[in-house]
């Protein structure tokens, strides 16, 4: 008697047993989800910090910079930042002829032109 209960309780609507089928199937498709993001979002910006720091922390007097998309300068100075202030400056020239300098972020620059690489501009 105990046995057709069992039976019964594990047969469902269908008339399939409750065992087979199933499986895995309800949890591919946010699995799939999960993976896919960490290959095309969370690897290639982690990729790109990376290497957006290690660009950061080369400047070097006499480099050429692009601060924010805006401003072309040389960097002339480079001053180093304390408890008070952590953030690293940089003093940029940015017009040759009228002697023109800007103190800005180390984070702000988006582009470095090495002063030995030769460049268009």
Known sequence: MLLAVLTVLAVDDAGQAAGQGGGLGPFLLPLLIMVSFVIFIYLPMRRDKKQRLEMISAIDKGDRVVVSGAFLGTVVQIDK???KDP???LVLKIDENANTKMRVL???VTRVYKKDAKDGA
């Open 106 to 108: 180390r984070s702000s």
């Open 81 to 83: 930042g304390d408890e």
């Open 87 to 89: 953030d690293d400056k």
